[in-house]
């Protein structure tokens, strides 16, 4: 499989050097030259997720370095489980997958595991620097996910007092080679300077650079495996395709889900759900894109202005990009959190709340016609401080979350400047 740049359509790259560089040099975001298409059938899904991934997934490792390891590195990335309930009993149509059984609680675990699987393999003598912005849930999965590999270290970008005070924690809980960076700005800062080191060659070699945000496109495969496995399942049992509803701020779930739906993955409308960030809703409403200021919501994960996969998702073929948006704010996130609360006892995140309220939005006669999944993408356990209240009852951690609090913690802090970040870098890298 070729990967190409949304810039330079000429250009061919293989997948290893797509998930080494991050981005591609041009800036663009790498895509698969072809989307692979499974004939019905022919990827069984009454198997593990693993088992399925690794089939599912061929496609695009076929012909790289890789191409004989994606059975292990699918079986060590996918060892939690990831079931479909039915939050508000089985005669809705409501499904709701979770996807915060791993490590750290939310649905980063998948691609931050599989990532550094692949890097594992492909980092060669010295490591690499995974370099990573992050809004809240990413941080966390990244650091987990590097910790103690000699593949790689980790440096993870933060903004300051954006993040709740138990995601603060699983940013900075690491072991040595696992930095966490508070940056005196908000989360499109981070974005933006983790951006601006790429685009210095020095600075990119000298540390070997890589990215860990879902612009590599080794966190989205992943991805667009649950997808296709949860739509398989959702449609076992129903004669229309499943409809899928995700929770969006910066689109790698809602790109690796119109890849999965590409690919012939059994899913049928999918609405991308929204905060009050209003960057995909006018997009949607006028056909124009026009990046904004990211402003602060209940679900922080998903504060983002300026999508960084929206250019992926552009870059599908018009019947494969289509979906439409919901936006919920702050208000009806909470009353949701509530309300399926007191109706039968089911905790949402924020995140996911936001998911809940769109199909609720569907009505009677849209929300009849098919089985609808909604990503449960965190723990509400991460944000206790916001549900708790809401719900009027402790929230129990998972274990794993649990054994996060025990842990010692440590953050270095810089302003919003590449080279306050370049400074950093080097001194970490002395220290290491
Ligand atoms: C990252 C995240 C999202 C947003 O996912 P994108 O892939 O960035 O659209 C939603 N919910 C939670 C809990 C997250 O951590």
Redesign the pocket.
């Known amino acids: 499989m070729k990967l190409l740049s949304t810039c330079d359509r000429d250009a061919a790259f293989s997948l290893s050097e797509a998930l080494r560089l991050g981005a591609a040099p041009d800036g663009g975001l790498f895509m698969p030259a072809h989307v692979p298409v499974h004939v019905r059938g022919s990827v069984p899904s009454d198997r593990s997720l693993a088992e399925f991934a690794a089939d599912w997934l061929r496609p695009f490792f076929a012909d790289d370095t890789l191409e004989g390891e994606l059975d292990a590195i699918c079986a060590e990335a996918f060892t939690f489980p990831v079931p479909l309930v039915a939050p508000l009993g089985t005669d809705r149509s409501l499904r709701a997958l979770e996807l915060f059984h791993g490590p750290t609680g939310?649905?980063?675990d998948f691609g931050a595991r599989f990532l550094m699987g692949c890097f594992d393999r492909l980092a060669g003598s010295e490591p690499l620097t995974v370099l990573a912005a992050t809004?809240?849930?990413?941080g966390g999965a990244v650091g987990c996910a590097a910790e103690n590999r000699r593949s790689a270290r980790a440096v993870i970008l933060f903004p300051a007092g954006r993040v709740s005070p138990f995601q603060e924690r699983q940013l900075t809980c690491w072991a040595d080679n696992v930095t966490a960076v508070e940056v005196e700005g908000d989360f499109d800062d981070c974005q933006r300077l983790v951006k601006a080191a790429f685009a210095q060659p020095h600075l990119s070699a000298a540390h070997r650079l890589t990215s860990a945000n879902?612009i590599n496109l080794g966190r989205l495969l992943p991805q667009a495996a649950y997808c296709a496995h949860a739509a398989f399942r959702a449609a076992e049992n129903s004669g229309e395709l499943p409809g899928f509803i995700?929770?969006?701020?910066?689109?790698?779930?809602?790109f690796a889900l119109l890849l999965a739906r590409a690919m012939g993955a059994p899913v049928g409308p999918v609405i991308l759900a929204t905060n009050a960030n209003r960057t995909l809703l006018e997009w949607h409403r006028t056909g124009r894109y026009e990046a904004r200021p990211s402003v602060a919501t209940l679900?922080n994960?998903?504060d983002?202005g300026n999508?960084s996969?929206f250019e992926r998702v552009a870059a599908l073929d018009p019947g494969a990009a289509e979906v439409t948006v919901e936006l919920v704010n702050d208000d009806a996130i909470k009353a949701r959190i509530a309300a399926d609360y007191a109706a039968s006892g089911y905790v949402w995140?924020p995140?996911?709340a936001i998911a809940a309220e769109t199909w609720h939005r569907l009505g009677a006669k849209r929300q009849g016609e098919r089985a609808w999944v909604t990503a449960a993408?965190?723990h509400p356990f991460k944000f206790a401080e916001t549900v708790e209240p809401l719900i009027g009852s402790a929230v129990e951690p998972s274990p794993a979350l649990a054994s996060i609090e025990g842990r010692s913690t440590a953050k270095q802090h810089i302003p919003a400047r590449l080279e306050a970040l370049a400074e950093l870098l080097d001194r970490e890298k002395v220290a290491a």
């Open positions: 939310a649905f980063k809004s809240g849930d990413t879902s995700v929770p969006s701020g910066n689109l790698g779930h809602g679900a994960a998903m983002v999508p996969n995140c995140h996911s993408t965190a």
